[in-house]
């Protein structure tokens, strides 16, 4: 059997940390993985040197996981294609800014018997609908795709802090070989039947991460208050799954992917992070913000919740969804931070006797 060809679309800040992950295990099962580990990197030049040139010769990727050197059996090819070809195992780990124009150059140019998986945190709205980037990965690309997400920040994953992932694959033979790809002692996946909920998790999350950051940075209540909007925005992120994908299974919402990946990102990650400062500096807009403190990072929270919005909004929905439609008006700035929490004091949960 020839051995499976790894590519990893995206050299970011968790693009950079999953490439290692893939580079330790390639290693480690050399009668099942080539153990070379392409990466696809965006070029750019840092400091008058090419970014892939860097990581091909320092083994740190200095603009997007400064101080962390990288194993060297990842070799960072600037052109998509040539990162791309013959490859069995496609990974996109790339903003969801960019997947429309990586799809649709990759577009017929992959092998055919490719398998992918989406680790990207979001989704597309398509004529007014919802549209998973695992299927445009699959209508463009034309192979099956899987989703991994979980309670991954990943400064504490390269560190390797003990945490776990959730990969969603209806396939029982794929979630084998992206489980021996991915899993380390510090870095456990569970497998579960129901992609589509899986890769919903990881969008909505963002979305009441956001909302947590708004309260921190408004001083808008204690931990009592922050615990409460991340236990109804986990609801709505469960009604919002039910009604979009009437398959799905509630089970999955106890995976890393969701309840764990919720808490991590309402602490610890970006959008939290950002939203906070949001909260507090009225004057910038927030790609200022996110220029500032990201530094070329992307937030993926703010699409995704303009993306629940509109899809919302075309069905009469928006008033079920409060936390979903209050963090969008906040952060397009149509209703002002001090009038957040007012918007989610009346939830329809509080009407359920
Ligand atoms: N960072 C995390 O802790 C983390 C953890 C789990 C999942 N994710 C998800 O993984 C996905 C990727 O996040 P990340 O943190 O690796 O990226 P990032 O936020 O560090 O973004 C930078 C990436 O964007 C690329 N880029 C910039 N301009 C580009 C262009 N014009 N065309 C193509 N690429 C361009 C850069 O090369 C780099 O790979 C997101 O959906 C995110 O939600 C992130
Ligand atoms: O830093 P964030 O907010 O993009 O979240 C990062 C990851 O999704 C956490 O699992």
Known sequence: MSLYKVTIIGSGNW??????????NTLKYPSLFDYKVYLYVYEEIVEGQKLSEIINTTHVNVKYLKGHILPDNIVAIPDLFKACVGSDILVFVLPIQFIPNVCYQLRYRVKKTAIAMTMIKGFNVEDGRLSLISNTIRRELNVP?????????????????????????????????????FETKYFRIRCVPDEETVEMCGALKNVIALAAGL???????????KATIIRLG????????????????????FESC?????????????????AEYFANEPEKTLA????????????????????????LERESEVEKFPIFRAVHLTMIKKIPVSEFMLCVQNHPQHSIL
Not at 234 to 253: D, S
Not at 288 to 311: D, R, V, W
């Open 15 to 24: 693009g950079s940390v999953v490439a290692k992950l893939a580079a330790v």
């Open 145 to 181: 795709c899987a989703a991994l997400m979980g309670a991954n920040i990943a400064e504490g994953v390269i560190r390797e802090e003990f945490c776990e992932a959730t990969i969603g694959c209806n396939d029982l033979q794929h979630s084998e070989i992206f489980k021996k790809l």
């Open 215 to 225: 309260v921190d940075g408004s001083r808008a209540g204690s931990q009592n208050t």
């Open 234 to 253: 986990f609801v709505e992120m469960i009604e919002f799954c039910k009604r979009y994908f009437p398959n799905t299974r509630l089970e999955t919402f």
């Open 258 to 274: 969701a309840i764990a990946d919720l808490i991590a990102s309402s602490y610890g990650g970006r959008n939290r992070k950002v």
């Open 288 to 311: 200022e913000l996110e220029e500032e403190m990201l530094q070329g990072q992307k937030l993926q929270g703010p699409i995704t919740a303009a993306n629940i919005y509109s899809i």
